[in-house]
């Protein structure tokens, strides 16, 4: 059975009634995850665990508790069963300015209440361009996991933001080649092995993945998994996703 892990991240889309639905309807395999919104969570936590279906959310406080207003803290979705957490997407470093030192307040949180965070990584168009990828994944990795002790529950999301389809115009969006993927992903795992001797990191691959280039995506021995947005969104071509590990 393959142990590639699949995510769902729904972004901020569909409501408590069709996330119910989608659970019926899915048939998911080993490490299937869903990353929902934080109102779906509760509603969604009886069901998911009949279907062994982990439970993620997109987002958390860097805060541990108290007066934040509109927070919500890492105690508050373990208690909610949530087993996962995307941190830092690229959305939120976009439009809600989130930084290296924020994100990286948020892993710690994550990891003191027992929740994986999946820290999202990427470069953007520009900083393709002129070569930089490499340099600033480093810097989001090394900046990210800043004094993080215990690297066994961390997963790595692959997303340049170029390839993610929110930053895409036009009908035809592509995701990464699945080369450059392998180099890039090869990449993240020797930082991991030579600045925290971690060795087997999981790094998943996200930005477009769907379910016509799923298969060539995740047979790469380099990708552990997928970070799925739009094509989450049907329990149809999220089925077909999982099915092609
Ligand atoms: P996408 O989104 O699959 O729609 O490109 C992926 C993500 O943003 O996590």
């Not at 993610?164 to 036009?170: E, P, Y």
């Not at 993945?209 to 047979?219: E, F, G, H, T, W």
């Amino acid at each position: 059975m393959s142990n590639k892990i699949i995510i769902a991240n729904w972004k901020m889309n569909l409501s408590i009634e069709k996330s119910l639905q989608f659970i019926r309807d899915i048939k998911p395999v080993n490490n299937t995850i869903i990353a929902a919104p934080f109102t779906f969570l509760f509603p969604m936590a009886g069901s998911v665990k009949k279907k062994k279906i982990n439970l993620a959310a997109q987002d958390v406080s860097q805060f541990d508790h108290g007066a934040y207003t509109g927070e919500i803290s890492a105690k508050m979705l373990k208690n909610v069963g949530c087993t996962h957490c995307l941190v830092g997407h690229s959305e939120r470093r976009i439009y809600f300015q989130e930084d290296d030192n924020i994100i990286n307040q948020k892993i710690h949180q994550l990891l003191k209440n027992n929740i994986r965070p999946v820290l999202c990584i990427g470069e953007n168009q520009a900083e393709k361009r002129h070569q930089q990828t490499k340099l600033v994944l480093k810097k989001q990795l090394t900046r990210g996991l800043h004094k993080i002790k215990d690297f066994s529950k961390v997963i790595i999301a692959y997303e340049p933001v170029w390839a993610i389809s929110t930053f895409q115009t036009g009908n035809s969006k592509k995701a990464a080649k699945a080369e450059d993927i392998a180099e890039t992903h090869d990449f993240i795992k020797k930082i991991a092995l030579n600045l925290y001797q971690v060795k087997n990191i999981k790094v998943l691959y996200g930005g477009t993945v769907n379910p016509q280039n799923a298969k060539a995506i995740l047979r790469l021995k380099e990708v552990d998994g997928a970070l799925v947005g739009g094509a989450s969104l049907k329990a149809s071509s999220f089925n077909s996703i999982i099915n092609s590990i």
